[in-house]
C-alpha cells in the first residue's frame, strides 16, 4: 500500500499552496500535500504549528487565505462543512449525555432522514465494528472513558464520510488504554476503509498507527513520509530530533570518494566518517544524527575502522527491555547509546563512571546540512 509511490494514483486530498492567516499571524504558510484514499495520514508537530489549523480547513470550519484545497479534483471552498463528505471528531467526543449509546450514534443518521430499517441496520453495524454491542442502552457517564470514545468514533463513522478527521482522539486516556486503542483504531480504518487524518503530538502514536506521517513546524511541512523513512531518513536536524531520540554531532564536511564524508570534529580522534548520497563542500558545517540504538558501547577499544569515541558512563535509565547509557566525553558532551536488554545476548552491562568506548558504522547515522 504505497499510492503515494504511483504516479497514475490520484490524491484523495490535495492541499495547493495553502496559507491561512489569521489577521497578520501565518497560521499555515504556502503549504502542498497530497493525501490518499485509504491512508492513515497523521500531522505532528509542537503546540501551534498549524495542525488543528489545517484539520478545519479541512472540515470547512475555515477557508483559506490564499491557495486551494481538492477532494477528489474539486476545490471543496465553496462547499459548506455539512454538505462535504467529511466528518471530524474531536477530542472531547462531544457526546449527548442524555442519549444512550444507541442514540448518540443514530443522532446524525436520524437528522438525515435515514429510513428506520436502514437506520437500525447501521447503526447495529458500528455498535459491531466499535465492540459496544453491550453498551447500546447506557449514557455516556455509564461507560468508560476508553469506550465513550469508541461511540464518538462510531458516530463520526456512522454516515460513511470519506474522510474522518481525528483531533488527538486519544488524548484523554491514559497510557496502556491509548496503546490498545491505537490498533483499534487501525483495524477499524482497515475495516471501513476510510481515509483518516489524525492529529496529534505524540510522536509515537503518529509512528505507530499511521500510514504516512507529515512532521509540521510553524505552518509549514518538514517531511512527509511513511513513519521507518521519518525515523530512519530524516531530511533535517529539526525532524530527527522531533522524532524520537537522537545524538546530534556538529562537525566540518570533507567529502571524499565515493559518498564517503570525513567529519572533523575536536572531540572526534581519528575524525569521524559518514556514507551519505547528500553533497557536502569542503569546510561546510555538517551535522551528523545517530539515534542511540546504532551505537555500541563496549568496554575495550573496537578492532574494527568504525567511527569510535571515548567516554565515561555518567547516567542509565534501565527501561527494562532497553537501557539508555549517558557517556560523557572529554569535553563533557553527552552521548546517549541505547543497548536491547535481550536475554539471547548476554552483554555486558555498565555502571557509573566506567570508560568506555562507543562506536557505530559509517552508514549507521544521517549526515545533514540542518
Ligand atoms: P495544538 O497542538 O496546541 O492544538 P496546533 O498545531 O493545532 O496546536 P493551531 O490550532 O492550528 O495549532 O494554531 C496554529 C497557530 O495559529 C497558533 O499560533 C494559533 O495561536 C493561531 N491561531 C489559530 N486559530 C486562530 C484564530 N482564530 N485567531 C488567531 N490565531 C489563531
Given at each position: ?11 484523495l ?13 501565518v ?78 450514534i ?13 437506520l ?7 455498535l ?37 478527521l ?32 489524525i ?32 525515523y ?69 577499544q ?60 559509517a ?8
Amino acid at each position: 500500500f504505497a499510492p503515494w509511490d504511483d504516479p497514475d494514483q490520484k490524491p484523495l486530498i490535495r492541499f495547493r499552496n495553502v496559507t491561512k492567516k489569521f489577521g497578520e499571524f501565518v497560521a499555515i504558510d504556502n503549504l502542498t500535500l497530497d493525501i490518499y484514499e485509504r491512508e492513515f495520514f497523521a500531522l505532528l508537530g509542537p503546540s501551534g504549528c498549524g495542525k488543528t489549523t489545517m484539520m478545519r480547513m479541512l472540515a470547512g470550519f475555515e477557508t483559506p487565505t490564499s491557495g486551494q484545497i481538492e477532494l477528489n479534483g474539486q476545490n471543496i471552498a465553496p462547499v459548506p462543512p455539512n454538505k462535504r463528505a467529511v466528518n471530524m471528531m474531536f477530542q472531547s467526543y462531544a457526546l449527548f449525555p442524555h442519549l444512550t449509546v444507541w442514540d448518540n450514534i443514530a443522532f446524525g443518521l436520524k437528522r438525515e432522514g435515514m429510513e428506520a430499517g436502514k437506520l437500525k441496520a447501521r447503526v447495529e453495524e458500528m455498535l459491531r465494528l466499535t465492540r459496544l454491542e453491550r453498551f447500546a442502552k447506557r449514557k455516556p457517564h455509564q461507560i468508560s472513558g476508553g469506550q465513550r470514545q469508541r461511540v464518538a468514533l462510531a458516530r463520526s463513522l456512522a454516515k460513511a464520510p470519506t474522510l474522518l478527521l481525528l483531533d488527538e482522539p486519544l488524548g484523554a486516556l491514559d497510557a496502556k488504554l491509548r496503546q490498545d486503542t491505537q490498533f483499534e483504531l487501525m483495524d477499524i480504518q482497515e475495516k471501513t476503509g476510510t481515509t483518516f487524518v489524525i492529529v496529534t503530538h505524540d510522536q509515537e502514536e503518529a509512528m505507530t498507527v499511521a500510514s504516512r506521517v507529515a512532521v509540521m513546524d510553524e505552518g509549514r511541512i518538514m517531511q512527509v513520509a511513511t513513519p521507518d523513512r521519518i525515523y530512519e531518513m530524516p531530511n533535517s536536524v529539526y525532524v530527527a530530533d522531533f522524532i524520537g531520540d537522537v545524538n546530534i554531532i556538529e562537525g566540518r564536511a570533507t567529502p571524499l570518494e565515493e559518498g564517503q564524508v570525513r567529519i572533523d570534529w575536536a572531540e572526534a580522534q581519528p575524525p569521524l566518517f559518514a556514507t551519505t548520497s547528500a553533497r557536502f563542500d569542503a569546510g561546510q558545517t555538517c551535522y551528523l544524527a545517530i539515534r542511540p540504538e546504532k551505537i555500541l558501547i563496549t568496554a575495550d577499544q573496537p578492532q574494527s575502522n568504525d567511527n569510535a569515541l571515548r567516554g565515561k558512563v555518567v547516567d542509565i535509565a534501565y527501561l527494562g527491555n532497553l537501557s539508555t547509557y549517558h557517556v560523557a566525553l572529554a569535553d563533557g558532551t553527552i552521548i546517549k547509546a541505547q543497548t536491547a536488554n535481550t536475554r539471547r545476548i548476554a552483554r555486558r552491562t555498565f555502571t557509573w563512571e566506567d570508560e568506555v568506548w562507543l562506536s557505530w558504522t559509517a552508514t549507521a547515522g544521517v549526515l545533514l546540512d540542518r
